[in-house]
């Protein structure tokens, strides 16, 4: 390899590392952030290359790992599948991760458990408010209307 070939190559693969220091990130977000720093396509697809060789990009693990922290805020699989998909990951690898994890979880506690906290919060608020207001703020974490209209209804 030439000494000018490689020293582009160099750097893309030293930001790239910096990075992945922060977090654990896509492929897609990889080849975005060093678009953004104007290096040639070449230098990134071989940066991107050496970086999954190396085990240092796995968007199979990205999404495992995605999910793992995204439940725990807790958000709902709907956003979780579309922050997926914006990253970059492919649709049958965010779809067999879901499918795992949807044995386990329990959309419907997460719910019930997160609207009673909320309302409590809303309490000096007419009853109808609370509950628009968190529905709407349910639906933005990501959760399905079904179940939080279910959800709501019982409560």
């Given at each position: 390899?030439?000494?000018?070939?490689?020293?582009?190559?160099?750097?893309?693969?030293?930001?790239?590392?910096?990075?992945?220091?922060?977090?654990?990130?896509?492929?897609?977000?990889?080849?975005?952030?060093?678009?953004?720093?104007?290096?040639?396509?070449?230098?990134?697809?071989?940066?991107?290359?050496?970086?999954?060789?190396?085990?240092?990009?796995?968007?199979?693990?990205?999404?495992k790992a995605w999910i793992d922290s995204r439940l725990k805020k807790p958000l709902g699989l709907r956003r979780?599948?579309?922050?997926?998909r914006i990253k970059g990951i492919d649709t049958n690898i965010i779809e067999s991760n879901l499918k795992k994890?949807?044995?386990?979880?329990?959309?419907?506690?997460?719910?019930?458990?997160?609207?009673?906290?909320?309302?409590?919060?809303?309490?000096?608020?007419?009853?109808?408010?609370?509950?628009?207001?968190?529905?709407?703020?349910?639906?933005?974490?990501?959760?399905?209307?079904?179940?939080?209209?279910?959800?709501?209804?019982?409560?």
């Amino acid at each position: 390899m030439s000494k000018d070939k490689s020293e582009p190559l160099e750097k893309a693969k030293n930001y790239a590392f910096l990075l992945l220091k922060f977090r654990q990130r896509s492929a897609k977000e990889i080849t975005q952030r060093l678009k953004q720093k104007n290096f040639d396509d070449s230098v990134i697809k071989e940066t991107l290359s050496f970086l999954k060789r190396q085990g240092f990009v796995d968007d199979e693990s990205f999404a495992k790992a995605w999910i793992d922290s995204r439940l725990k805020k807790p958000l709902g699989l709907r956003r979780i599948k579309e922050e997926l998909r914006i990253k970059g990951i492919d649709t049958n690898i965010i779809e067999s991760n879901l499918k795992k994890i949807k044995q386990d979880y329990l959309e419907e506690e997460v719910v019930a458990r997160i609207a009673a906290d909320r309302l409590s919060k809303l309490k000096g608020i007419e009853p109808q408010k609370a509950k628009r207001r968190t529905f709407a703020y349910l639906l933005r974490r990501g959760f399905s209307p079904g179940v939080i209209l279910d959800t709501l209804a019982r409560i």
